[in-house]
């Protein structure tokens, strides 16, 4: 791999820029990395850890996979790519799928089910390892593809915040690729050859409505090209009085 190669260090730019915008890491934090074997969490590690090392703050990072136990998904893979890049990996195996196939009611979303048990896992992994915050690598994609599908079939105004505290109370959720485009992991992920892993999952890829944001979005870019910019930038100028909220315009 080469660090100073140029698209890295325009990632690690965007991401350092949204951790300072944001906090998200702070002096003395335990930050637990979900490593999935996709590349975005290969590349949230990397970027994490160049960032840590140069930091003039000291934080840790833990990886950490979890393997959902569906058939052929290769967490062997996953552990030995990082024994060699220097990371100390946590392995977590899980009989998600089993409980996915056996609990989920009909007719309910397989992906939003597979998430609660894969959060509430990371959650518990969180405690076990002491760590304070937990790192996604959800980016600038995932975000405005949200706030879109959100807008369309929720009739909601809401995306994927950069910070939040969990459920829990406990952990602290972070997204420090949130202003990075998915091209770029894209890009840097064929530049250095990461050697990928499928989720296995049997209905990966299947999600019609976030495939068709994909769609809308790279139409658009055709004739608006900082289209998926303007959406992430849409989401740090919100100003509530022009919105239609009842809440706000009761609010003392």
């Not at 992906?111 to 959650?123: D, T």
């Not at 990928?196 to 409505?209: E, K, Y």
């Not at 139409?219 to 706000?248: F, G, M, W, Y």
Request: hydrophobic share 35%; charged share 25%.
């Amino acid at each position: 791999m080469v660090e100073a190669s140029k698209i890295f260090q325009q990632i690690k730019r965007k991401t350092g820029e949204a951790i300072a915008d944001f906090d998200l890491i702070e002096h003395g934090d335990r930050v637990l990395v979900a490593v999935s074997g996709g590349k975005d969490s290969y590349t949230l590690l990397h970027v994490l850890e160049e960032l840590r090392r140069r930091a003039p703050i000291r934080f840790e990072l833990i990886p950490v996979n979890v393997d959902p136990g569906f058939p052929g998904y290769r967490s062997d893979r996953i552990q030995d790519y990082l024994a060699r890049q220097g990371f100390n990996c946590h392995l977590k195996t899980t009989g998600n799928e089993r409980i996915i196939e056996e609990k989920r009611r009909p007719g309910t979303s397989y992906c939003a089910f597979c998430s609660r048990l894969r959060r509430g896992c990371l959650y518990t992994l969180a405690d076990r390892l002491q760590c304070n915050k937990l790192a996604l690598g959800h980016h600038l994609d995932d975000a405005v593809e949200t706030l879109l599908l959100n807008q369309f079939f929720s009739g909601r105004l809401a995306a994927m915040s950069a910070k939040m505290l969990a459920d829990n109370g406990r952990h602290t959720v972070i997204r420090p690729l949130i202003y990075v485009a998915e091209q770029d992991i894209r890009q840097l992920s064929a530049e250095w050859q990461l050697p990928l892993v499928d989720c296995s999952c049997p209905v990966a890829g299947t999600d019609r409505n976030r495939q068709r944001m994909k769609q809308l979005l790279n139409q658009l870019e055709q004739e608006i090209p900082s289209i998926r910019r303007s959406l992430i930038s849409a989401l740090k100028q919100v100003e509530p009085r022009h919105l239609l909220d009842p809440r706000i315009s009761k609010a003392p």
